[in-house]
């Protein structure tokens, strides 16, 4: 069974806590909660107050995903505030290891991720290691774009890996995420699926959440 991560981003952020516990209560396990500085990406979002806000509304597993210069600088922040898994991109700091050591000494998930266009390889010596790998299948800083279906490989590249090694990540994707690619993304060794638009801006949300829990490995 997959595991649907909704993205806050396309909440209602006026309705923040409603739209949150509208998607935990049709049974997401996750909220994706992205964070822009709008230096890494074009576009600002959310920081560790509204995180802290939001921890008491939920017992989700808040999956947060840093889209920040220099992560290693708001990690602590970002933990206190009630992190359960920290994502950082390998693009956005020289110290991938001090990230990922920050990040396991709150005693939390540490994930790494990548842009499209930084090869999947970069990602190798950390493998071992970390909680989660997730694959951007758009370029990050906006909602509702189309998904890159040439990110494919890098899945599938990322579950042989896993395989051969007996790693123990999971694979998770966002961006552009939707019915009609979910099944691949998941047959392609996909555990967890981040989904913005397709769950919020869907005419029924619970419905939505109950469609990419569904989805199988073959
Ligand atoms: C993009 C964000 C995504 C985004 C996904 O930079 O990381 O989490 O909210 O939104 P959709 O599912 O609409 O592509
Ligand atoms: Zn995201």
């Known amino acids: 069974m997959a595991i649907v991560a909704p993205s806050i981003l396309s909440a ?3 309705n ?6 509208k998607v935990v209560d049709a049974g997401a396990a996750y909220l994706h909660i992205d964070v822009m500085d709008g230096m890494f ?6 920081g560790p107050c509204v995180v802290k806000s939001l921890r008491p ?3 989700a597993v808040f999956d947060v995903h840093l889209m920040i210069e220099q992560p290693e600088r708001y990690i602590d922040e970002f933990a206190k505030a009630g992190a359960d898994i920290i994502t950082v991109h390998v693009e956005s700091t020289e110290n991938i290891q001090l990230c990922t050591d920050k990040i396991k000494a709150h005693g939390i998930r540490a994930a790494l991720t990548l842009k499209p266009g930084t090869p999947i390889e970069v990602t190798d010596p950390y493998l071992n290691q970390v909680d989660m790998i997730l694959v951007m299948t758009v370029e990050p800083g906006f909602g509702g774009q189309k998904f890159m279906p040439d990110m494919l490989p890098k899945v599938e590249w990322l579950d042989k890996q896993r395989t051969n090694h007996n790693y123990s990540y999971l694979i998770e994707v966002d961006g552009g995420v939707n019915s009609e690619n979910a099944r691949c993304l998941v047959d392609a060794g996909v555990d967890v699926l981040v989904a913005g638009s397709s769950v919020f801006c869907a005419k029924d949300i619970a419905q939505a959440v109950e469609f990419f829990n569904d989805v199988n490995r073959k």
């Open 12 to 14: 209602d952020f006026a």
């Open 16 to 21: 923040l806590e409603r739209d949150c516990k």
């Open 41 to 46: 990406v074009p576009n600002i979002t959310i």
């Open 57 to 59: 509304t939920s017992n």
